[in-house]
């Protein structure tokens, strides 16, 4: 069946350093991943979309990287800033609009 | 611009009864998708309504059933509510090629 995962372990790491959030998926083909932040009791924030064509994509202080050889995709947030602490999530979509499969999360604190 | 607005934030029902829940998505988007995600984990894919028609469905009972309108505001019903239904359930309205707009969810707590 269709397994994604993510960093398992919370994510701790100083303010200023570059966070590196890690996405592996088996079983699975998809055209699309996207990466989402989630704070506490509130929805999921759409950050990046890549394409299956596409190796890197950049917005602001964030950078997503997809291998579709590996099946993994890093998501990392340089210049980290205690604000960036949430949860964020990796989902992947065959089909732009389609139905989206999420993993579990990996919550991420940035201490000052 | 609001973006997905959901009705109500938060729920108590007890087993057995039957709830809905509501979605308008946001202004322009015309497909919207329901998520139940339970405490820790990732949001769990229900369905997908596009022009007042279920498009993709989960693996989830016909206990869940939903309906689109035609000003593309939705709703999702659960009937027989088991206690194992508690959780935060998010509406997401998207345009192809982009990412979904998430709401804020229900909670709901069934006891």
């Known amino acids: 069946s269709q397994k994604i995962e993510q960093n398992s372990e919370a994510l701790n790491i100083q303010e200023g350093k570059t966070a590196t959030l890690t996405c592996n998926y088996t079983?699975?083909?998809?055209?699309?991943l996207q990466w989402y932040r989630q704070d506490p009791g509130r929805g999921p924030v759409f950050l990046l979309l890549?394409?299956?064509?596409?190796k890197e994509k950049r917005k602001e202080r964030l950078k997503v990287t997809f291998d579709t050889t590996l099946k993994q995709s890093l998501f990392h947030i340089t210049a980290s800033q205690p604000a960036d602490s949430a949860t964020y999530l990796c989902?992947?979509?065959?089909?732009?609009?389609?139905?989206?499969?999420f993993g579990q999360g990996t919550e991420l604190s940035v201490k000052p | 611009d609001a973006g997905v607005t959901q009705s109500p934030t938060h729920l108590i029902k007890t087993r057995g009864q039957q709830v809905t829940l509501r979605c308008s998505p946001k202004s322009g988007h015309d497909t919207v998708s329901w998520y139940q995600q339970a405490l820790g984990q990732g949001p769990q894919f229900i369905f997908q309504y596009y022009e007042e028609e279920e498009r993709q469905r989960g693996n989830f009972p016909d206990r869940f059933s939903g309906h689109q309108f035609p000003n593309y505001s939705s709703e999702l019903n659960v009937n027989a509510l088991l206690l194992g239904d508690s959780a935060l359930y998010l509406c997401?309205?998207?345009?192809?090629?982009?990412?979904?707009?998430f709401g804020s969810g229900t909670r709901l707590t069934v006891v």
């Open positions: 989902a992947l979509d065959r089909q732009s609009g389609g139905k989206l499969i």
């Open positions: 890549i394409r299956e064509n596409e």
């Open positions: 997401a309205s998207s345009v192809e090629g982009y990412g979904y707009t």
């Open positions: 079983n699975y083909s998809p055209a699309y």
